[in-house]
């Protein structure tokens, strides 16, 4: 961490309270700093109310500005000093790039992007500086014990949820000063709360004019770009509109479909003049101003806003700066969106691959399967496989990877092909494990061999314990079916897993194998299969240790045999009628929604 400057070293260094974090550079950063400030000045008694604001402000300020132009990790430095000043530094880890700074130029819109963002910490703080050091940057702000006093008018209300109640009233023609002033300022860290929390940005959009539109203008719209393009807006209408009267959105967006914004070349957030619709805005609306910002996040533009004002006098300063400062929020906030939204196809795409499209259909047997993947927007560490495997026979298969996520889905995706291939070359139900354990153990030994080999040639350190390429555990319920007449016989074994459950017509239930040790853990390990006859009205029960171990405070869901018992009471009922009540009774064992994957498959001899 950088130390504030020299002419600050000679000041009372005792602290009575002290914070420090290190942030990721996303979206969430800024509110992250702000809960972390407010909560470690809440346990100070003396601590003025206003001081607090100006400190989350300030620190949401700093954060942004890193998190925005640098986009690398953050790290939040504060404390209090004897004195009662709040001091707080913000490092990056981009020092080639300066703070963003427009109080100290001649105001001209070409300022570069990285220019304007820190004229809001100079509005409460009383001194502030930039030091640099190999590697980092840091921001650092220091404010007076009681905070900066604020001119006359009410205090800023309290943390508000929506968009319009963050801005419910339009600017009076006096430029509303107080409002612009220390307002102005709770309103950039309440709608940089409101937008960090989006994952659409569809919602992003539609929030924006809420927040623009009336407080700050009469009218705004949002082009946003595709990310093949290399301009905003060409050749096409607006995203969305917004104007304080709703029946003039639909003439509005047709003139603006016909002035789509052109963005000079380069990265400039604006404001820049944009044509003014006057036919479009009544007789009211013959004159005004309009502007248009980029919205631009990680040195990549993703749309542009315009913001328009029927007055003659136009926007005062304060607020082209304010929306500046709201279009940064704006698009970081569409960033974070669409890496969500290309994180979640991407696991959904690779979640239909990793599991089979349909489960086949076995003669003289119904099945039924529920699977419900904890995170529905990645991939699971369950997995399941019911197919055909020649010759009269049908293999099935439930699993469970050790960890979540890409990792989970490397193990599903090497697991699940070899065991159909190695079943379909004719290969046992014992074999099969014995030839998967060793395969898993040899990728591993060479994921581990061709990292080393890497860090070796990049000249890197040694790999600490916990880091670098895992060990893949897998636990496996696999088996084989094969029907005759009057019956199926099943040949299956269980890796490590919760093993497999037989529950007879008269609701007596046994154990269908014995365990074993997990797969991809010892080297050369033998398996065995057992085998068994399933008559006419007997159902097989294989689930994954998202059933077994639902918890209920300290309780499992299979503590006393609490599976078996459940079981035992399906006596009777269809293979789907089997899973549905079992799936019933293990969601309602815990007090709120399941904490892992749920798997569980129900094969029934008709």
Known sequence: MAAIPTQREGESRAREARGRAT????????????????????????????????????????????VVHAGTDVEVDWWLEETGAFVVEVCDRHPSRPPRDAFGGDGSYDTPEYGRGLRLVATLAEAWGVTYRAGAKTVWARLPPGGLDEPDGPAPGPELEVAENLAPQPLRADGDADWLGRGALSFLAEASDLLAGQLDEALVTALTGQLIVPRLADWCAVWLEDEASVRGGDGGGPDRVWHTCEGRVEELHRALEKEPPAPRDGLRS???????????????GAEGTALAYRLIAGGRPLGTLVIGRSRPAGFPDEVTGLVEDLGRRVALAIGAARQYARQATISAVLQRGLLPGAVAQIPGMSSALVYEPRDKGGP??????????????????????QGKGPEAAVVIGLARPWLRLLAREGYGVADVLDRLNQLLLDDATEAADAAARALVAAGARPVAPGEGPQTRFLSL???????????????????????????????TVRTAAGPQT????????????????????????????????????????????????ALSGCAGLSAELIAERIRRLVHDFGGGPPEDDLALLVLQAE
Not at 25 to 53: F, I
Not at 380 to 397: E, I, K, T, V
Not at 526 to 542: A, F, V
């Open 380 to 401: 699971s560490g369950d997995f399941y496989d019911l197919f055909p495997a020649g010759d009269g026979r049908w293999c099935f298969a439930v699993g469970d990877v």
């Open 23 to 66: 942030l990721p550079g996303s979206a969430l950063a800024p509110g992250a700093a702000r809960a972390l400030v407010q909560a470690a000045l809440a346990d100070e008694p003396d601590v003025a109310a206003r001081l607090v604001d100006d400190a989350m402000a300030v620190v949401s300020e700093l954060v942004t500005n890193a």
């Open 477 to 507: 319920l696999y088996g084989e079916l094969t029907p005759y007449e009057g019956g199926v016989r099943c040949t299956l074994a269980s890796a490590g897993h919760p093993l497999p459950l037989v529950l007879g017509p008269d609701g």
């Open 270 to 284: 604006g404001p820049e003049p944009y044509p003014w619709p006057g036919d479009a805005l009544g007789p009211g």
């Open 518 to 565: 997990l797969l991809g853990v010892i080297e050369d390990e033998t398996y065995r299969s057992e085998t068994l006859d399933l008559r006419p009205g007997d159902s097989l029960l294989c689930v994954t240790d998202g059933v077994t171990e639902r918890r209920s405070g300290s309780r499992q869901f299979d503590d006393g045999d609490g599976l078996a018992r």
